[in-house]
């Protein structure tokens, strides 16, 4: 693409759509708020018509037609099967239930273990106090897979997370299930601005899926302060369409998530 | 049972079921007692400085403002909070100067409208103490633990993570499979607020949209305060007793306050009010705008009716349920810096 071309898209709608394209239909999803909203939005009217949709704050199967800004948005329960609790769907999610559950984060290192608790200084006195779990950590525990989402820097995409508020593999094969966790459990796929990543089944570190249009294996490792995997033959992601952008626009009206 | 680990952050809220049982049995009684009260006299009965406090709702969602205003007229001290998702409510409780220590499931932050400034300034400049980490399963269920009458429950979160070891959890070999469990420690807050669509005197309460997790929350309270849209005749609660999601026999005061959630949301009845939480994410960046917007909303105001006059009365209202039901356009200051 020449520099003076600008796209029919922005990095947000490709993240939003690559995110959406990890979901199958007949399948459950834990969502957070932002894109991983747009995305399981966009999968239901797309692909996946019968994706049953959860949300911690309660809300179960929505229909949603507009995007909310809080999990616990009345938005959630649009055409729902249910309106129920915390508990109900943490036990959902521990007992089972749930095929995927989307993270995002501050922080995130080679095993996709994810930080979103502080930054700087010490937990006591922290330079950065970030929000903490949430229903992160739950959701990291015991959805069967997990997608994260999230920008990409080099300062983000570190050796080791100060902190594990979440865990992704934690030190590596096995390193879960030694700590309890339930078996087969873990991240799937991160997706940043930059490209697709997955986790290398033998030592469960980040590998390089595919890079988005435009963007180097270069820009990739630059961004990178760890060692990813990266194959001799990288796909690039394909971009979205201009239906796919419409429909973004059309869940969110306002551009909460997707922007203007 | 062997411990195979142990979290190091402060145990907050947790009593032997056994004393719980004792504190109910001289604090609690199912007699049917009228307990309508104001809002200044339910705080003052029944919120003491150094509480351990858990608002009901979601942050933005169902949060008794009625009863936050008031904790911050009184100014009420050293509260420790419960921070399930207290985002919007523990930020002005910051600001309002009613916080001494907080354990931490998600706070200091707004969902989509971004990080808080208020409680991220008190937390890094050390005027207010996380004293523990948990996950939000994690609260919810020490709250199931304490409505269930036993020390812990076991669940399978927070293992292998640092949200673990600053947590006041631990970790222990099942004995069942062999496998490690965590066991969260129950708690049963001091003081507990729930906001309601509508409840009668007794404190019978239904509640309308999703539960979170008020269920529990309330079941676990020792003392409990219900603010409520309007008070329905007992004859309405017994007629559709499937509706009931808190018996009154647990209530401690009813107070009646209509729009008592705003600027959260409110089921059915009113959206989040962007315009104010809007202007509290702005002023609230230095300490001279948070006490200029403390001192406008809640100590420039007697009372919650007055404090709605002030921001827009029924108009306000009337546009923010054409929100919720779609009618209306969605207008949020944060909105218009989104590129």
Redesign the interface.
């Known amino acids: 693409m020449s520099k003076t071309e600008k796209p029919h898209y922005t990095q947000t709608h490709l993240m939003a759509v690559a995110a959406a394209r990890v979901l199958e239909n007949n399948k459950s999803v834990f969502v957070g708020t932002g894109l991983p909203m747009i995305a399981s939005m966009y999968a239901q009217r797309t692909h996946a018509p019968n994706l049953l949709i959860i949300f911690e704050a309660g809300a179960v199967g929505p229909q949603m037609r507009m995007l909310p800004i809080s999990v616990g948005d009345s938005r959630t329960t649009y055409r729902a099967i249910a309106a129920s609790s915390m508990h109900d769907n943490m036990s959902f999610a521990q007992a089972g239930w749930l095929d995927y559950g989307f993270l995002g984060g501050a922080q995130i290192d080679k095993f996709g273990n994810l930080n979103t608790t502080y930054i700087g200084g010490t937990w006591d006195r922290p330079k950065v106090r970030l929000p903490g779990s949430g229903g992160a950590n739950d959701v990291g525990s015991n959805c069967r897979h997990t997608i994260i989402i999230m920008r990409q820097e080099a300062q983000n995409f570190v050796d080791k997370v100060t902190f594990i508020t979440t865990p992704g593999y934690l030190d590596g094969p096995g390193a879960r299930e030694r700590a309890g966790l339930p078996a087969g459990s873990g991240p799937i796929k991160v997706i940043s601005q930059l490209g697709v990543y997955g986790f290398d089944e033998k030592t469960k570190m980040m590998k390089l899926e595919s890079t988005h249009p435009g963007v180097t294996i270069e820009q990739i490792v630059a961004n990178t302060s760890f060692k990813l995997i990266i194959p001799d033959k990288v796909p690039q992601t394909p971009p979205p369409t201009k239906q796919d952008v419409a429909l973004l626009r059309e869940l969110d009206p306002t551009g909460m998530a997707i922007g203007k | 049972m062997k411990v195979i680990d142990q979290g190091e952050g402060e145990l907050v809220g947790w009593h032997d079921p056994d004393e719980n049982r004792e504190w109910i049995r001289k604090n609690k009684s199912p007699a049917l007692v009228d307990k309508r009260m104001s809002i200044d006299e339910a705080v003052s009965k029944f919120v003491k400085d150094g509480d351990v406090l858990g608002m009901g709702?979601?942050?933005?969602?169902r949060v008794s403002f009625a009863g936050i205003y008031e904790m911050i007229r009184q100014k009420k001290k050293n509260l420790t909070v419960l921070?399930k998702?207290a985002v919007h409510d523990m930020d002005v409780l910051i600001g309002g100067g009613c916080v001494g220590k907080v354990e931490?499931?998600?706070?200091?932050?707004h969902?989509?409208?971004g990080?808080s400034s208020c409680?991220?300034r008190a937390?890094?400049s050390?005027r207010v103490?996380?004293v523990s980490?948990?996950?939000?399963?994690?609260f919810?269920?020490r709250y199931?633990g304490g409505m269930m009458g036993v020390p812990f429950v076991p669940?399978?979160?927070?293992?292998?993570?640092?949200?673990f070891r600053?947590s006041s959890a631990k970790?222990v070999e099942?004995p069942f499979t062999g496998?490690?469990?965590?066991l969260l420690p129950s708690c049963n807050p001091d003081v507990v607020f729930v906001h309601v669509p509508r409840c009668d005197k007794f404190g019978n309460c239904q509640i309308d949209?999703?539960?979170?997790?008020?269920?529990?929350l309330a079941r676990a309270a020792r003392r409990l305060i219900i603010t409520t849209e309007e008070i329905i005749d007992n004859e309405e609660i017994r007629k559709d007793p499937d509706q009931t999601k808190i018996p009154g026999f647990i209530v401690d005061a009813v107070v009646e306050v209509k729009y008592g959630a705003h600027p959260t949301?409110m089921?059915?009845k009113y959206?989040?009010d962007e315009e104010i939480i809007g202007e509290w994410l702005i002023m609230s960046k230095t300490d001279e705008g948070t006490e200029k917007w403390i001192d406008k909303y809640v100590h420039g105001t007697a009372n919650f009716e007055e404090y709605i006059k002030l921001i827009g009365g029924e108009a306000k209202m009337k546009y923010l349920y054409d929100v919720?039901h779609?009618k209306a356009?969605?207008k949020?200051p944060w909105?218009d810096k989104?590129?």
């Not at chain 2, 980490?133 to 994690?138: K, T, V, Y």
């Not at chain 2, 496998?179 to 965590?182: A, G, L, R, T, Y």
């Open positions: 709702g979601f942050g933005h969602i921070g998702t931490v499931a998600y706070s200091f932050g969902e989509l409208r990080l409680g991220r937390v890094e050390g103490k996380v980490e948990i996950s939000n399963g994690g919810q269920w199931l669940c399978r979160m927070m293992q292998g993570s640092d949200t600053k970790i099942d496998k490690p469990i965590c949209g999703i539960l979170i997790e008020d269920f529990e949301l089921p059915d959206y989040f919720e779609y356009e969605l949020a909105l989104k590129k």
